[in-house]
């Protein structure tokens, strides 16, 4: 009818009996708009070289990314010793990773690397085994880690390397390693941390590959001039590859070789030597950068978030205000 459209169209009115120029649940709605939620994302590169004679092959270490919850990442390195019994270390490494990619869908999976490590082994039915690290970023701005062996990941913060995870080891060159026997290791022996990230905050993981041929300062520069995550990734792969193939090159393996008590033979110790040089391996590389994006807080107004119901919103807020 003509009048109801009429009335449809006009504005609303305060009636004469209302104190309210707008009915309060007007203004609740509007604060509720005002009042976005912080959440943190991941902006992920990943570069990979592998090992200079497997080329052909694309080495033994497999990766997966997923945009699951804040975002998600995970490295396995396949160990190379399964070559000598006819296995192809490269099966079981890439079929975790493609494991943990199916099962980042589950919901017990999906908020706790740990678990998901432990389901993607326990689908897995390749024979081998393989270093893994899984890393997954709560909306909340919390990284949750879980590493078996000697892949890596350090968070980088302001030109700073502020969280380092540590490599785990039965002996030198002997890392702990998920398995298709019962001797490897498992979900259980995990190295397991968490770590309260801040927008801008930038992760580099890697396998061993990686990190045994590069020196955190030179991780730092590289971040410092890059201008963005792809383009780190694939500078930080190139510059350890170089070192990889660079017998005079003092790496981080050689000095912890050393430090274990290998080195040359005693009589070109009398002539100066020692043991130096990268190792060569296969090298993956993910750098990741911690964003936050505002998001409407359909489920309560300002003042509940105030009241501090959600403890991490309220980190990733005032991160956001000391990066500015
Ligand atoms: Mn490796």
Not at 187 to 204: K, P, R, S
Not at 242 to 266: L, M, T
Request: charged letters at 20%.
């Amino acid at each position: 009818m003509a009048a109801s459209t009429a009335s449809r169209l006009s504005p609303p009115r305060p009636t004469a009996s209302s104190p309210y120029p707008r009915p309060p649940p007007r203004l609740s709605r509007f604060s509720s708009l005002r009042a976005a939620k912080m959440e943190a994302v991941l902006s992920i590169g990943t570069h990979v070289i592998p090992h200079p004679r497997k080329v052909e092959t694309g080495g033994e270490d497999a990766f997966f990314v997923g945009g699951d919850g804040g975002g998600v990442f995970a490295i396995a390195d396949g160990v190379s010793g399964w070559a000598e019994k006819n296995v192809n270390p490269a099966l079981f490494s890439r079929e975790v990773m493609a494991n943990s990619s199916t099962f980042i869908k589950d919901e017990e999976a999906s908020n706790d690397p740990q678990i998901l490590l432990m389901k993607a082994h326990a689908a897995t039915s390749s024979i081998g085994s393989a270093t893994v690290i899984i890393a997954m970023l709560e909306k909340t701005g919390t990284l949750k880690i879980a590493s078996v062996g000697d892949c890596g990941l350090k968070v980088i913060r302001k030109g700073q390397v502020m969280f380092s995870t540590y490599p785990q080891e039965h002996y030198f060159d002997c890392p702990y390693q998920i398995s298709s026997e019962a001797i490897g290791q498992t979900y259980q022996d995990a190295l397991v941390c968490t770590v309260n990230l801040m927008e801008g905050d930038m992760i580099v993981s890697g396998s061993d590959g990686f990190f045994d041929n590069i020196f955190d300062q030179e991780i730092l520069a590289v971040i410092s001039e890059s201008p963005g995550i792809d383009e780190a990734a694939k500078a930080l792969a190139e510059l350890a590859r170089k070192h990889s193939v660079d017998v005079r090159f003092d790496s981080p393996y050689s000095i912890e070789a050393r430090s274990r008590g290998f080195d040359v033979p005693w009589w070109k110790k009398l002539l100066g030597a020692k043991l130096t040089g990268g190792k060569m391996d296969d090298i993956t590389v993910i750098v990741a950068q911690v964003k936050t994006v505002a998001v409407p807080d359909d489920e309560g107004s300002g003042v509940e978030q105030e009241k501090g119901g959600e403890q991490v919103t309220v980190a990733a807020t005032a991160s956001a205000e000391q990066n500015e």
